[in-house]
Nanobody
Framework: QLQLVESGGGLMQSGESLTLSCAASGRILDYYAIGWFRQAPGKEREGVSC????????YYADSVKGRFTISRDNSKNRVYLQMDSLKPEDTATYYC???????????????????????WGQGTQVTVSS
């Protein structure tokens, strides 16, 4: 069973940058895509950004487009989320998830929008103060 471990969260000031890392216990190429999701207190979890492991196709939620960058390192089995120009509304617990291809999950957008993951990490907290 794949294990995912997020790291890199912290307390930040508005406008600062932060990079989250998702380390997988197995080959991420065995999965269709890896995604970053977040959940703020009292809100539903939302897909932030997803990336296909094979061709690197990406999807970003409108709320982070232009500020966040997702990337992968297949040789290290890691996926990163570079977060620039952080805002207080980015405050949330961030999770990474891995998804197989199939069913409704045929695009990275679907994975993020449907909020789908076959394996999930435990999350890392990001707090942005104004």
């Amino acid at each position: 069973q794949l294990q995912l471990v997020e790291s890199g969260g912290g307390l930040m000031q508005s406008g600062e940058s932060l990079t989250l890392s998702c380390a997988a216990s197995g080959r991420i190429l065995d999965y269709y895509a890896i995604g970053w999701f977040r959940q703020a207190p009292g809100k539903e979890r939302e897909g932030v950004s997803c990336i296909s492991t094979n061709d690197g196709n990406t999807y970003y939620a409108d709320s982070v487009k232009g500020r966040f960058t997702i990337s992968r390192d297949n040789s290290k089995n890691r996926v990163y989320l570079q977060m620039d120009s952080l805002k207080p509304e980015d405050t949330a617990t961030y999770y990474c998830a891995a998804s197989y291809f199939g069913g409704l999950i045929t695009t990275v957008q679907a994975m993020c929008v449907i909020d789908h993951g076959d394996y999930w990490g435990q999350g890392t907290q990001v707090t942005v103060s104004s």
